[in-house]
């Protein structure tokens, strides 16, 4: 049609504007020694959606030179590459057949050179296919070889959707390897033949090989039933959990009488006829005021004892006044409906990380480790806060009306974790997790919308855009120093002058 030759008209000239943002960026990235000594890095892991592995590890670390030695798990006493060696192909192979998950490779982002780049750094040229010499314009080559795809990338934000594309992923987890089972986080209430059901969203398991070493972890899905219990041994290929893909359930924990609470016919809810059971059910709609529909549990004696925030969009299956069980389902959610990720397409998006914009409706994430609790409204604005049991430490955090809590009182959160939903704010990253968070973050989305196009780029190229974003440190505090409060600095220079000073 058409539009497909109108945005292919705009397309070239934005990725063409993108190209030169990048070089302006990059232009002073050349290569300027062999190896400046450093040998910190950052970890490389094969990249997985579900069960399938879309990028290798061997892919990832081919042609980069190692930050630490690699010890072959299989022989401890043999050391596969060296530190600050080459990984050839044929290591490659060798490192992924040992069964090494991951690895830490030096990287751009890392390196310690005042002027430029070490060739270490970089690992191989892709044009010659040998290191690095010298001399090399490794910024520009990294800023054209990522606007260069960006001519096939698209404009508008494309709905993937359709038959043959949004087919869910298969709603169960089988072990990729056997082992020891061991629940962190979870939040379970037992039902029938011994099986639990998993109420929070920020549960995971791991499976423990003999010596209680971690082989993996998988994040558990709300409302999975888990057939096998904590410490019970798995073998490879049998299922750990399953859950229905089409709602995500809202469950109760407790047992005992419910009752309802804001629930105003046309204010916060409305009823549907559910075509499916051809009863008429009670669906939670958009709203504005201070509401919070909730349904409240209470024992015998008509006390509440738990309460349970409805999302907007989730139809209520149970009606008020019924006796429930404990892990009794409350509500359930359409997975499509909450699968709002926009995905801006394309190039807009990749300019949008580079440029390290805050996203419109930004996820609110968890400053420390915690227990979740509310705390009422104020201003209109709800009160969450976590609350570290060991510290004593808490943090506030004042969720606006609007926005969808994806956490349950009394949940255990980690340090970074999304409270609301939304997407991820990178300033926050750095500012929660660090820097080593950041890359692996920005690192992962600009390449998920390569990978959407058919497009690979090597990751070297966006560790040397990234590795100009985060050039200047901001100075909070001189100390010995002869900076001054507030002063923007060089990173590298800041980190020298700090070494000096130590020295001193």
């Given at each position: 049609?058409?539009?497909?030759?109108?945005?292919?008209?705009?397309?070239?000239?934005?990725?063409?504007?993108?190209?030169?943002?990048?070089?302006?960026?990059?232009?002073?990235?050349?290569?300027?020694?062999?190896?400046?000594?450093?040998?910190?890095?950052?970890?490389?892991?094969?990249?997985?959606?579900?069960?399938?592995?879309?990028?290798?590890?061997?892919?990832?670390?081919?042609?980069?030179?190692?930050?630490?030695?690699?010890?072959?798990?299989?022989?401890?006493?043999?050391?596969?590459?060296?530190?600050?060696?080459?990984?050839?192909?044929?290591?490659?192979?060798?490192?992924?057949?040992?069964?090494?998950?991951?690895?830490?490779?030096?990287?751009?982002?890392?390196?310690?050179?005042?002027?430029?780049?070490?060739?270490?750094?970089?690992?191989?040229?892709?044009?010659?296919?040998?290191?690095?010499?010298?001399?090399?314009?490794?910024?520009?080559?990294?800023?054209?070889?990522?606007?260069?795809?960006?001519?096939?990338?698209?404009?508008?934000?494309?709905?993937?959707?359709?038959?043959?594309?949004?087919?869910?992923?298969?709603?169960?987890?089988?072990?990729?390897?056997?082992?020891?089972?061991?629940?962190?986080?979870?939040?379970?209430?037992?039902?029938?033949?011994?099986?639990?059901?998993?109420?929070?969203?920020?549960?995971?398991?791991?499976?423990?090989?003999?010596?209680?070493?971690?082989?993996e972890t998988y994040n558990i899905v709300v409302g999975s039933v888990l057939p096998v219990a904590d410490g019970e041994q798995i073998k490879k290929g049998e299922i750990l959990a399953q859950w229905d893909p089409y709602n995500v359930p809202v469950l109760s924990e407790k047992g005992g009488t419910l009752a309802f609470k804001d629930m105003i016919t046309g204010v916060t809810v409305k009823r549907e006829l559910d075509e499916a059971?051809?009863?008429?059910?009670?669906?939670?709609?958009?709203?504005?005021?201070?509401?919070?529909?909730?349904?409240?549990?209470?024992?015998?004696?008509?006390?509440?004892?738990?309460?349970?925030?409805?999302?907007?969009?989730?139809?209520?299956?149970?009606?008020?006044?019924d006796d429930i069980q404990p892990g009794a389902l409350l509500a359930k959610t359409p997975r499509q409906a909450s699968k709002t990720k926009d995905i801006t397409g394309g190039l807009p998006r990749?300019?949008?990380?580079?440029?390290?914009?805050?996203?419109?409706?930004?996820?609110?994430?968890?400053?420390?480790?915690?227990?979740?609790?509310?705390?009422?409204?104020?201003r209109g604005k709800r009160k969450l806060v976590v609350r570290n049991p060991d510290t004593a430490q808490e943090e506030e955090h004042l969720i606006p009306a609007g926005k969808h809590i994806i956490v349950q009182p009394g949940d255990l959160v980690t340090k970074g974790q999304h409270l609301t939903e939304g997407s991820a704010d990178p300033h926050e990253i750095l500012e929660i997790l660090g820097p080593a968070a950041l890359y692996e973050f920005l690192i992962g989305q600009v390449q998920e919308v390569y990978r959407l196009q058919g497009v690979t780029i090597n990751d070297k190229h966006i560790e040397i855009i990234i590795r100009q974003m985060l050039r200047k440190v901001r100075i909070t505090d001189p100390g010995d120093s002869e900076y001054f409060w507030g002063e923007q600095v060089d990173r590298t220079t800041f980190l020298a002058d700090n070494r000096r000073i130590e020295e001193a």
């Open positions: 049609a058409r539009k497909g030759l109108a945005d292919t008209a705009l397309k070239t000239a934005d990725a063409g504007y993108l190209t030169r943002k990048l070089c302006d960026v990059a232009m002073d990235v050349v290569i300027a020694e062999e190896d400046s000594g450093a040998r910190d890095g950052i970890w490389k892991k094969a990249i997985t959606e579900g069960d399938d592995e879309i990028v290798s590890l061997r892919d990832r670390i081919v042609g980069r030179f190692s930050s630490d030695d690699v010890i072959n798990p299989l022989n401890p006493s043999e050391i596969i590459v060296g530190s600050g060696d080459l990984i050839t192909e044929e290591l490659a192979t060798i490192i992924v057949e040992s069964g090494v998950e991951r690895i830490k490779i030096m990287s751009p982002l890392s390196s310690t050179s005042p002027l430029g780049i070490d060739a270490k750094c970089y690992g191989i040229n892709p044009a010659t296919n040998k290191v690095a010499k010298v001399g090399d314009s490794v910024g520009i080559i990294a800023a054209q070889s990522i606007g260069e795809p960006g001519t096939q990338l698209t404009m508008r934000t494309f709905h993937i959707g359709g038959v043959a594309t949004g087919g869910f992923k298969t709603p169960e987890i089988r072990v990729r390897t056997g082992g020891k089972i061991k629940y962190k986080g979870l939040r379970l209430v037992e039902v029938a033949e011994g099986a639990s059901i998993v109420l929070n969203k920020t549960g995971s398991i791991q499976i423990l090989d003999s010596e209680d070493k971690e082989l059971t051809g009863r008429i059910a009670i669906v939670v709609i958009e709203h504005k005021e201070d509401l919070n529909p909730q349904v409240e549990i209470r024992d015998g004696a008509n006390r509440p004892i738990a309460a349970y925030s409805i999302p907007v969009g989730a139809q209520i299956v149970v009606n008020e006044g990749v300019a949008e990380l580079f440029e390290a914009r805050r996203p419109k409706d930004a996820a609110e994430m968890a400053r420390i480790e915690g227990i979740v609790s509310f705390e009422g409204t104020l």
